[in-house]
């Protein structure tokens, strides 16, 4: 049994979840393709500088081994993004912009979080490369929640940011201590005049009116003009908010950024925003489908039916193209209680078992 144990925060998925899977992520690639959202596939594993350069990301979060080939370091992907980056500035660089690339995968984080347990992630998402304005940013968020309610996700929640808030303020003091009391929501250890970003969090419309009242100057008259139009372009059903210091997981967002999160599953299932390959700008989404299987989506209704030996294979045909699964009996003591089927095939017909 020794052999049989996974390291800590890997898993098998067995039926139905494996099917689940699968339905998720061909759910949200379907929708990004009817968006002209082209797939591309990316390696495992990369040389290490080429996995961390495109965005300028950290290696801290990547499980790295030598090449015993070329000798050189190399590391498993922690996200897809990256690599999608890599892509579109090299292999596609000739491509007219904007380019709109989709893509589908695991992903293995060196170390598990407390709100992800796991280090095996299914990653699928879309970026669109070369343009960075409202209407880029509202076609992202808009694919990104289609694509979720097409894998059946509901009561969706779409939670708006503002990664390099500091950045446009310039306030004075050690802007990386600044950024991380903010990122802890601390306000005590914040200067008074910058306090009132942490209490302007909330539902939209309300948030966005404290943070014109806060940006008295209209330093981020823009940027704030921009959320309000990307927020008026979601469908009605979705509930929307705004907190303008989270930046856990947008270290390399630029104006803006966004979780998505459903009733249905625990923690976030989405994010995405504004970012820069180089020195070129991209817009994309990322969603992590695990928490939806772990909520019991997509896994649908087993129609598993037996056939008996010697039915013929244009009866089975013509079953499957109905849309049975058919499980054929293969050996005299085989039954479709011993195969998991919901029905059987007695005299032409299905029959429940």
């Known amino acids: 049994m020794t052999n049989s144990l996974l390291p800590t925060g890997f898993r098998d998925r067995l039926p139905p979840e494996a099917?689940?899977?699968?339905?998720?992520?061909?759910?949200?690639?379907?929708?990004?393709?009817?968006?002209?959202?082209?797939?591309v596939q990316a390696p495992l594993a990369e040389y290490e500088a080429s996995l961390t350069g495109s965005l300028g990301t950290s290696a801290r979060d990547l499980l790295r081994f030598v090449d015993p080939v070329s000798g050189e370091t190399m590391a498993v992907r922690s996200d897809i993004t990256g690599q999608i980056g890599r892509i579109a500035s090299t292999r596609m660089g000739h491509h007219p912009r904007p380019v709109r690339l989709s893509y589908g995968g695991p992903v293995v984080k060196l170390r598990a979080t407390q709100l992800r347990p796991e280090?095996?992630?299914?990653?699928?998402?879309?970026?669109?490369?070369?343009?960075?304005?409202?209407?880029?940013?509202?076609?992202?968020?808009?694919?990104?929640?289609e694509g979720l309610k097409a894998a059946g996700v509901k009561d969706i929640t779409l939670d708006l940011t503002m990664p390099d808030l500091l950045d446009v303020l310039k306030p004075k003091g050690d802007r990386e201590e600044l950024k991380a009391a903010l990122d802890a929501k601390d306000a005590g250890a914040v200067p008074a005049a910058l306090a009132p970003l942490i209490a302007a969090a909330g539902a939209l419309p309300d948030a966005l009116d404290r943070m014109r009242a806060f940006d008295s100057e209209g330093r981020l008259k823009d940027r704030l003009d921009a959320i309000e139009a990307i927020a008026a372009a979601v469908p009605a059903d979705i509930r929307v908010t705004l907190d303008p210091t989270e930046r856990h997981g947008f270290e390399y967002q630029t104006w803006f950024g966004f979780s998505l999160f459903s009733a249905q599953a625990?923690?976030?299932?989405?994010?995405?925003?504004?970012?820069?390959?180089?020195?070129?700008?991209?817009?994309?989404?990322?969603?992590?489908?695990?928490?939806?299987?772990d909520a019991g989506l997509a896994?649908?209704?087993?129609?598993?039916?037996?056939?008996?030996?010697?039915?013929?294979?244009?009866?089975?045909?013509?079953?499957?193209?109905?849309?049975?699964?058919?499980?054929?009996?293969?050996?005299?003591?085989?039954s479709a209680e011993r195969q998991i089927c919901t029905h059987v095939l007695r005299e032409g017909r299905p029959e429940a078992v």
């Open 266 to 293: 625990s923690g976030e299932i989405g994010r995405g925003g504004a970012y820069r390959i180089g020195k070129e700008p991209a817009i994309g989404f990322s969603a992590y489908i695990d928490p939806l299987i």
């Open 19 to 39: 099917d689940a899977s699968a339905r998720l992520v061909r759910a949200i690639l379907d929708t990004a393709a009817s968006h002209g959202y082209e797939r």
């Open 299 to 334: 896994q649908g209704e087993r129609r598993r039916l037996f056939l008996p030996i010697g039915t013929m294979p244009q009866k089975a045909a013509s079953l499957r193209a109905d849309g049975w699964v058919t499980v054929a009996q293969l050996t005299e003591d085989d």
């Open 119 to 145: 280090r095996e992630m299914m990653q699928v998402g879309a970026e669109l490369i070369g343009l960075d304005s409202v209407a880029a940013a509202i076609e992202v968020v808009s694919v990104a929640i």
